[in-house]
């Protein structure tokens, strides 16, 4: 079945370095979405991009969605203390008539001060 | 966000114990999910209702039965349930128009634990 991979997992980075978390589909994807889960938190919806190519940015956020609609990346630059969290895409499919959205594993993101 | 609620926030539960977790949402969405969140699967679709109409059981556990009486509520009835149940489960809201899905609402979540 369809899958959607998220890496890395787990990222450690000095408070001001840049991180990037990757997301790839198995299949074609016509959205990808992007939540932020803090610490004891719920996910929080961020963006969501539709075409192929498509670059948006939030701040020091920039999500992009690959030309073949299969892999998206978040890329945070200088990061803050209130970067912290856990980092989920969410890749929305039409399959078999129906449409789904699946979610990545995530990646959580720690600062070092 | 307030526009999507959860009762109750805590829950400690025997193994033979029946219990009911609650949703609400205020945000006008025609979809509402189920999702469980533990360490070793961080966000798992249990079920999806559409139209208060079940359009996705991802092959969950009879022991967990939902429950979707309108579009704004949803239920998730707990039943013998075992320890390796204990996770946070979280409900979520969308609007489905179309052929797409639009952003998920969450709640807070109900933080379990079976004993």
């Known amino acids: 079945g369809q899958q959607v991979m998220q890496i890395p997992q787990y990222q450690h980075v000095q408070e001001g370095e840049d991180f990037t978390t990757y997301c790839n589909s198995s299949?074609?994807?016509?959205?990808i979405q992007w939540y932020k889960q803090r610490p004891g938190g719920h996910p929080v919806f961020l963006i969501q991009l539709v075409k192929s190519g498509e670059v948006k940015k939030q701040k020091r956020l920039t999500f992009q969605f690959g030309e073949a609609k299969k892999n998206s990346s978040l890329h945070i630059t200088a990061t803050q203390t209130t970067d912290v969290g856990t980092y989920f895409c969410a890749g929305g499919a039409s399959m078999n008539r129906d449409d789904k959205i699946i979610f990545g594993k995530g990646t959580r993101l720690h600062i070092l001060p | 966000e307030t526009g999507v609620t959860q009762t109750p926030r805590h829950l400690v539960m025997g193994m033979t114990n029946k219990k009911s977790l609650k949703c609400e949402q205020h945000?006008?969405?025609?979809?509402m999910y189920w999702y469980k969140q533990s360490a070793k699967k961080p966000l798992e679709l249990m079920f999806v209702y559409n139209f208060k109409e079940q359009t996705e059981n991802n092959s969950v556990p009879s022991r967990f039965s939902p429950e979707c009486p309108n579009s704004s509520h949803l239920f998730l009835h707990l039943h013998t349930l075992q320890p390796e149940d204990s996770a946070l489960y979280l409900c979520?809201?969308?609007?489905?128009?179309?052929?797409?899905?639009?952003?998920?609402?969450f709640g807070p979540g109900t933080r379990l634990t079976v004993l």
């Open positions: 299949t074609t994807l016509s959205n």
């Open positions: 979520a809201s969308s609007w489905i128009g179309g052929s797409s899905y639009n952003e998920q609402f």
């Open positions: 945000l006008g969405h025609n979809a």
